[in-house]
């Protein structure tokens, strides 16, 4: 099993529509959860992080974490195709290192 | 977040040769890292580089195969020795970052094609 996992996609949605990415991660005494936007030829940049149980809104973008299901979601609302790239999940493991997942290639259409 | 740089951003670079690439960061930083994207796969932590000692190598990864510099806090380098076609990948240096200290931020990355 993979420390961190991710559907590789690709992800078609509509332009307006909501994308709904998602990741599991296997280390339970995992405590820090992030995601990465990595567009095609440049480097990840993050998005944005969670630590809590819950969503954590911001902007256009919710970070959704049930550390009981070990389970991390990403929700891109008023999709853009802007936004069609490859999204990374990393976890912060026990071990002090952030795993990350192999990515899921989102592809807005207009 | 710290500003990195990294150069070269790209090379082709022949078989058997090596490659130094340098990371410097706008501020100083006490963890270091080197990472290694291969064309459509994930990232792979090779190295967290170290001031003023070695470099910790993870599983699968060797000192010989990828020397690291790390001079002082906020400069280092990767060095790729030797390389070979499945050498080709994009090598990133990050730092840690955030108001919680545990946040990797990526340089623009290096871009290497070995022929």
């Known amino acids: 099993q993979k420390e961190v996992e991710q559907n590789s996609g690709p992800l078609s949605v509509p332009e307006g529509a909501i994308a709904s990415l998602n990741c599991t991660y296997s280390d339970r005494g995992s405590q820090s959860f992030f995601w990465y936007r990595q567009y095609s030829g440049k480097s990840p940049e993050l998005i944005m992080f969670i630590y809590s149980n819950g969503d954590k809104e911001d902007g256009r973008f919710t970070a959704q974490l049930n550390k009981a299901s070990q389970y991390v979601s990403l929700l891109i609302r008023d999709s853009q195709p802007s936004d069609s790239a490859t999204y990374l999940c990393a976890v912060g493991s026990s071990a002090s290192k952030i795993i990350f997942g192999s990515g899921t290639r989102l592809s807005i259409r207009p | 977040s710290a500003v990195i740089s990294q150069k070269p951003s790209r090379d082709i670079c022949q078989r058997g040769t090596s490659l130094t690439i340098q990371c410097q960061v706008d501020?100083?930083?006490?963890?270091m890292f080197w990472y290694r994207q291969q064309p459509g796969q994930s990232l792979t932590l090779i190295a967290t580089?170290?001031?003023?000692?070695?470099?910790?190598?993870e599983s699968g990864f060797v000192i010989d195969k990828f020397p690291i510099s790390r001079p002082n806090l906020t400069f280092s380098t990767l060095t790729v020795s030797n390389m070979s076609p499945e050498d080709s990948s994009i090598y990133l240096c990050?730092?840690?970052?955030?108001?919680?200290?545990?946040?990797?931020?990526f340089g623009e990355g290096s871009w290497l094609t070995v022929v």
């Open positions: 580089a170290n001031q003023g000692s070695e470099a910790t190598y």
């Open positions: 990050s730092v840690v970052g955030g108001s919680s200290g545990n946040t990797i931020y």
């Open positions: 501020s100083q930083v006490t963890m």
